[in-house]
């Protein structure tokens, strides 16, 4: 919020942008979300463990859609001034799974663990407190309240379908794009 009100006090016009949770960040690592931590699991045992993947919903959306929308708003001035809520519809963590699974062609399991659990694992990760709670928060909230919370990200004017003139990019197409970083390759292959 702080960036928001620089900009509007900039004299600069500005649109501000307000992306859910970003498909890419489950590989790049930068940014808690979660599954970022699931292509190592993947890769690993082949066993996804984390809080809520039984109910837990999480926001996403595509890397090329959220560039889409910021490129839009960058290319024409209906957007000035404007707050932009580029976000996707909730996903549930196990459906993430099974899009994933169905890409790279192998199953992968799933074990729920409890928060804290989780909690810990991305400490160790590097993860930040603030990042943790929000993103175990948003699970357990938006599985609690899917229906309501759904019909709020559907209720966003303009929606991402009319900023970027197409439909958004799905997980499946996500997931496909991205098998190389789930697949066990020969260089994560452990030579003993």
Known sequence: MAIERAAECSGMEWTHIRPSG???????GTYPATGSDWPEMIRGDGVVRE????GGHYPFIHEDDLAAVAA????VDDHVGAVLEAVGLPI?????VASIARAIGRDIATVEVTPDESRAKWRRGGWPDSGIDVTLYAL????ARLT???AWTLAQRPTVH?????PLR???????ENTEVFRLTASHRIVG
């Open 72 to 75: 839009a708003a960058l290319r």
């Open 148 to 150: 309501e919370l759904t």
């Open 51 to 54: 809080a809520f993947l039984g």
């Open 162 to 166: 009319e900023i970027i003139g197409r």
């Open 140 to 143: 357990e909230e938006y599985g």
């Open 22 to 28: 970003v498909l890419g960040a489950m590989i790049e």
């Open 170 to 176: 799905g997980v499946d197409d996500w997931a496909v």
């Open 92 to 96: 549930s963590s196990r459906s993430r």
